[in-house]
């Protein structure tokens, strides 16, 4: 069964950093391109960035481009997030989804922006 | 960017009954491959969003046959053939093919 746990989020400053961690089990984790989405309280979905199986290739949403950083450890299928310089604006629930194309999502962890 | 546009907002419906949800992109979904990244998910209340569909009509694993996608180009719909309870939720579009992804604003079923 594939199940990715996301785990680091919490109450953080505007302008502080948190990393966020998602472990994945159940599927090949190194074959596989992962991807973060975040959803504002009471809002939609938005998608936060995508790094390759190798991470070799990594994309990000304009809204956190050079505050965010994606990347993997497939020696122990391994998903992060580092986050810096963070904003109000980024009080979200973040999950880790498999894939580009999204097709499972972890529970979600809840960081929030604010002093 | 892709604007995706979904409609109705909200969707009220009747045990039993059918529903539609409209999705419009701003540009093409057909990838370089030939495949169109066109993805549905559902958002039960309280809940992480789950994907149904993916490339437009194929549903995931454990998805009820109730549940179907079609379209092609920039025009997509899902469609609940007879709507349950468990139905009840947030419906997102997602298209994959070109970045950054983007989602649809999401339509909101209700039972009437």
């Known amino acids: 069964e594939v199940q990715v746990v996301e785990s680091g989020g919490g109450l953080v400053q505007p302008g502080g950093s948190l990393r966020l961690s998602c472990a994945a089990s159940?599927?090949?984790?190194?074959?596989?391109?992962m991807s973060w989405v975040r959803q504002a309280p009471g809002k939609g979905l938005e998608w936060v960035s995508t790094?390759?199986?190798?991470?070799?290739?990594?994309f990000y949403a304009d809204s956190v481009k050079g505050r965010f950083t994606i990347s993997r450890d497939n020696s122990k299928n391994t998903l992060f997030l580092q986050m810096n310089s963070l904003r109000a604006d980024d009080t979200a629930v973040y999950y880790c989804?498999?894939?580009?194309?999204?097709?499972?999502w972890g529970q979600g962890t809840l960081v929030t922006v604010s002093s | 960017d892709v604007v995706m546009t979904q409609s109705p907002l909200s969707l009220p419906v009747t045990l039993g009954q059918p529903a539609s949800i409209s999705c419009r992109s701003t540009?093409?979904?057909?990838?370089?491959?030939?495949?169109?990244?066109l993805n549905w998910f559902q958002q039960r209340p309280g809940q992480s969003p789950r994907r149904l569909i993916y490339?437009?009509?194929n549903r995931d694993s454990g998805v009820p046959d109730r549940f179907s996608g079609s379209g092609s180009g920039t025009d997509f719909t899902l469609r609940i053939s007879r709507v349950e309870a468990e139905d009840v939720g947030i419906y997102y579009c997602?298209?994959?093919?070109?970045?950054?992804?983007?989602f649809g604003g999401g339509t909101k079923v209700e039972i009437k």
């Open positions: 159940g599927f090949t984790f190194s074959s596989h391109a």
């Open positions: 790094i390759s199986s190798s991470g070799y290739s990594t």
């Open positions: 989804a498999k894939g580009q194309q999204l097709m499972d």
């Open positions: 540009q093409s979904l057909v990838y370089s491959d030939g495949n169109t990244y």
């Open positions: 490339k437009v009509s």
């Open positions: 997602m298209q994959g093919t070109h970045w950054p992804l983007t």
